[in-house]
């Protein structure tokens, strides 16, 4: 009888444990976003030093010849609608995940590591776009204006910013559930297909090229995965079979 009890003790002790997904230690929360912040803003200055416009010459010079065979599916008219629609999809993806991790007593801790997620995927996105100064799809299509070709925008194409943000959500988001929850296939259609219609828009509107969304999803959810396992409060682990019982603690 003792045994059980001590067992449901435990297991009431860890679960209590578990309520609490995140725990930020706020001064360490403050510097990191404030870094991240700076680097995000330091860029819209580098971005102009770094990023030339392009001549007319040169913009004639670009062949699709030299792009990967699947990233042409890209290669299609510009559509303004098809633009605005990928902001849509990304505004719901953020809505959604805001609306599913809601948690009123630990709403703070939340909102902080969903909050550095955002600051260092922009930074990061921003940095590599200004880098890479990659040539956006509408680019090669000749019925786009040589004034709309020649804007520093149109050379930030890789990797998407879109895809990396509507992603980083989403793996905040299935974090949380899972960690409270386990697994579950409708959270994850929900969260996933709505960040894939985004970076499927992107494609679509002559945004990106497949691999400008590809890579932004896979560094969105990297950096959201390992931003939410930092945070992580699981200290406490518990492994019972029917003959043994193991605790542990993690500091």
Same mark, same amino acid.
């Given at each position: 009888?003792?045994?059980?009890?001590?067992?449901?003790?435990?297991?009431?002790?860890?679960?209590?444990?578990?309520?609490?997904?995140?725990?930020?230690?706020?001064?360490?929360?403050?510097?990191?976003?404030?870094?991240?912040?700076?680097?995000?803003?330091?860029?819209?200055?580098?971005?102009?030093?770094?990023?030339?416009?392009?001549?007319?010459?040169?913009?004639?010079?670009?062949?699709?010849?030299?792009?990967?065979?699947?990233?042409?599916?890209?290669?299609?008219?510009?559509?303004?609608?098809?633009?605005?629609?990928?902001?849509?999809?990304?505004?719901?993806?953020?809505?959604?995940?805001?609306?599913?991790?809601?948690?009123?007593?630990?709403?703070?801790?939340?909102?902080?590591?969903?909050?550095? +997620?955002?600051? *260092?995927?922009?930074?990061? $996105?921003?940095? %590599?776009? =200004?880098?890479?100064? #990659?040539?956006?799809?509408?680019?090669?299509?000749?019925?786009?204006?040589?004034?709309?070709?020649?804007?520093?925008?149109?050379?930030?194409?890789?990797?998407?910013?879109?895809?990396?943000?509507?992603?980083?959500?989403?793996?905040?988001?299935?974090?949380?559930?899972?960690?409270?929850?386990?697994?579950? +296939?409708?959270? *994850?259609?929900?969260?996933? $297909?709505?960040? %894939?219609? =985004?970076?499927?828009? #992107?494609?679509?509107?002559?945004?990106?090229?497949?691999?400008?969304?590809?890579?932004?999803?896979?560094?969105?959810?990297?950096?959201?995965?390992?931003?939410?396992?930092?945070?992580?409060?699981?200290?406490?682990?518990?492994?019972?079979?029917?003959?043994?019982?193991?605790?542990?603690?993690?500091?």
């Amino acid at each position: 009888m003792k045994k059980i009890s001590l067992i449901v003790l435990i297991i009431i002790i860890t679960q209590s444990a578990f309520a609490q997904t995140f725990k930020v230690d706020k001064t360490d929360f403050l510097i990191k976003s404030a870094a991240w912040g700076v680097l995000s803003l330091s860029n819209n200055y580098f971005d102009r030093q770094i990023i030339s416009k392009p001549t007319q010459q040169e913009l004639e010079a670009l062949s699709t010849n030299n792009l990967w065979s699947f990233d042409k599916i890209a290669l299609v008219d510009y559509s303004k609608k098809l633009k605005d629609y990928s902001d849509y999809t990304a505004l719901g993806t953020l809505g959604t995940v805001i609306y599913l991790t809601y948690d009123d007593p630990n709403l703070l801790d939340n909102i902080m590591v969903f909050l550095e +997620i955002l600051l *260092a995927q922009d930074a990061v $996105g921003k940095w %590599t776009k =200004t880098l890479t100064s #990659r040539y956006r799809p509408f680019v090669y299509n000749e019925n786009v204006s040589l004034d709309t070709k020649q804007q520093r925008n149109s050379q930030h194409s890789f990797y998407s910013l879109h895809s990396s943000t509507v992603f980083s959500a989403a793996t905040f988001g299935y974090y949380y559930h899972y960690q409270n929850n386990g697994h579950s +296939i409708p959270y *994850a259609i929900l969260l996933y $297909g709505t960040a %894939t219609a =985004t970076a499927a828009l #992107r494609v679509a509107s002559a945004q990106h090229f497949p691999s400008d969304v590809m890579a932004g999803a896979i560094a969105g959810s990297a950096i959201s995965y390992f931003i939410c396992k930092f945070y992580d409060n699981d200290r406490f682990n518990i492994d019972l079979t029917s003959n043994t019982l193991k605790f542990g603690v993690r500091f």
